[in-house]
């Protein structure tokens, strides 16, 4: 419209609060995450079990049943190493899809060239990147601790009381232990969609640095037999602090201290990888 004509009005309607405007990237980062059919049907797999685990929990206190089936009662235990089993578990499927979805939350926007479109609007980088991240944390979280606490919830219920108040350490083991992991696997995920433009490419780096990572590692304990080459190994430094927050007996070559204080500085230089490459624009030598 031509300015001359003076028709131009400004919109009058209602603001977004400075607060919420990341919930608009959340929103539609959310429903991308859904846009491929594999990735749908990938989702329904992480279900499988959890609903295995709820049989489990139902069948340890179906007395009758086991006797019937010849199975000694006492068998089938709902304890802390249960639930670390299901932190392993879920932990894998959570990985494996932050391979698939994860890596198609940023570089698009790179690929394109649209991160000046979102900074010319009151928008911080840190906004951008929580509106980006929590879509795929909250995918995260509904095949790790909801799933978790949801079963535990049960076992409550049918344990009763005493089992309850004497195990809530497990409840929160298992949101703590899930949201380091969902943090750490947020932060590598959108630190290599940054900086490698091509989704399936940065998806296959965030694979081949899982598996090499522990292959290298390995290799380093094998050749200078040491353990320290455990280090390099991301999966294992995170199985040793669950080992440690749900207090099983399992022993590990590098303490929790040492595990803790290498995610940590794993996740700090994601982040600065991530916002290195996160601005309005960028200067091509």
């Known amino acids: ?14 603001v977004t609060s400075l607060s919420s405007r990341w919930m608009v990237l959340f929103r539609y980062a959310k429903r991308n995450l859904f846009s491929s059919k594999f990735q749908t049907g990938f989702f329904v797999v992480c279900f499988f079990y ?6 489990m929990i139902y069948l340890a206190h179906s007395v009758g049943f086991l006797e019937k089936m010849g199975i000694p009662h006492g068998v089938i235990s709902i304890d802390n190493d249960f639930f670390l089993r299901f932190m392993n578990v879920q932990g894998t499927l959570a990985f494996l899809m932050t391979a698939f979805a994860g890596p198609g ?37 509904e095949i790790t601790w909801i799933p978790g606490l949801v079963l535990f919830a049960i076992q409550a219920s049918l344990a009763g009381a005493s089992w309850t108040f004497s195990n809530l350490w497990i409840a929160a083991s298992l949101f703590v232990s899930s949201m380091l ?45 040491i353990d320290a080459g455990n280090i390099f190994n991301v999966a294992y430094l995170m199985n040793t602090v669950w080992s440690a927050l749900f207090q099983t007996e399992t022993e590990h070559a590098i303490p929790i201290g040492e595990a803790a204080t290498a995610l940590l500085t794993y996740s700090g230089a994601c982040m600065a990888l991530l916002l290195k490459k996160v601005r309005a624009y960028e200067v091509v030598a």
Request: aromatic content about 12%; charged content about 10%.
């Open 50 to 55: 959890p609903f295995a685990s709820l049989i």
């Open 105 to 141: 939350l940023i570089s698009p926007d790179l690929a394109n060239g649209a991160m000046p479109l979102y900074f010319c609007r009151p928008l911080s980088r840190a906004e951008y990147v929580l509106g980006k991240s929590s879509a795929l944390a909250l995918l995260l979280s």
């Open 1 to 14: 419209m031509a300015v001359y004509r003076r028709n131009y009005r400004a919109y009058s309607g209602p």
């Open 181 to 225: 992991w969902i943090t750490l696997l947020c932060l590598l995920a959108m630190a290599l969609s940054a900086w490698v433009k091509w989704r399936v490419v940065a998806g296959a780096l965030l694979l081949a640095l899982m598996f090499f990572g522990a292959g290298f590692g390995q290799a380093i304990n094998a050749v200078l037999r």
